[in-house]
């Protein structure tokens, strides 16, 4: 069922989406108080989903990641879903920074064709986007963060085959009260009686504490409490201090996760740290890279896995 809408208070513009300095926030707290036009941003009073059915019309949901309703589609999945292979399973993620920078659809074009799954954050539900995820074949659910000037943000997950079932989830900037959100995809596995699960989130980054940050991280972990099968954690995971990857080992602990490493370390870095991460559960490493871009302030990370052996 669509969520219903309520209107943010006024804004004269998205704020820019790099983790902030000290001035920075202070920037925005400033702007956000002196701001006196009508509302520009919409959000839903619960969390909205959006997604591609089989007729290729977009459907709009409330898909929570707690509760027996999960189950359910999980149970209802196995009668469609299609299987990844185990042996090669393509995976990339990027923040395409709205869409903004010139070249972004010839990028996302080609890393289409190239992976089984497309992590995307800071996405942008248009036409043109439609059109390079869709024309590559594939199937796709987003977890709109935001509506701004009737056209969803968000994260999105593409895959080539369909999934067995997806929920997500949003929160809110505890500064500039913009939310984010994440989206959890079950993946079928052929020939395993496992499932992938596979984490696609833009974390918190307005936040003088912890606390929000810990919270949705953490929230994504506890609705793979019951996972058995393999895990990939990934997106903008806004890591730009210590404190902050402290937090994601923290989570990685909690599910028995990995970080994979790079020969070349080509990832976007922000104030000495590197923001955007792949960690694994249950899945060997067989190449990785961070591809250098002029198509987005975050450099795409891409790495193909096979699910360990012993794994079935």
Known sequence: MPASRERTPACAGLPSMRPPTLPMLRAVLAAMVAVALPGCVTLTVQPRALLLDSDGR???????????ELADRQA???????????????LLTWNVHKQDDPGWDRDLARFARGNDIVLLQEAVLD???RKIVEGAGMHWIMASSFIYSDIDIGVVTGSRKTPLASCTQRVTEPLIRIPKSGVITWFRLAGRNETLAVVNVHAI?????????????????????????????????????????????????????????????RRTIFLGKQLDHIFVRGLELVDSEAI?????????????????RGKA
């Open 76 to 90: 209802r999945g196995m009668e469609h879903a299609e299987a990844l292979d185990p042996d090669a399973i393509r």
């Open 205 to 265: 980054n307005f936040a003088l504490m912890l606390g929000g940050y810990r919270a949705q991280l953490m929230a994504l972990a506890d609705a793979l409490k019951d996972h058995h099968g393999p895990i990939i954690y990934a997106g903008d995971l806004n890591t730009w201090t210590q404190a902050r990857d402290e937090v994601m080992d923290d989570v990685a602990r909690t599910l028995g996760l990995t970080e994979i490493t790079f020969k070349q370390d």
């Open 292 to 308: 250098p871009v002029e198509s987005s302030d975050h450099n795409p990370v891409r790495a193909t896995f096979r699910v360990a």
């Open 127 to 129: 036409p043109p986007l």
């Open 58 to 68: 977009v459907e709009v949901q409330s898909l929570a990641c707690t509760g027996p």
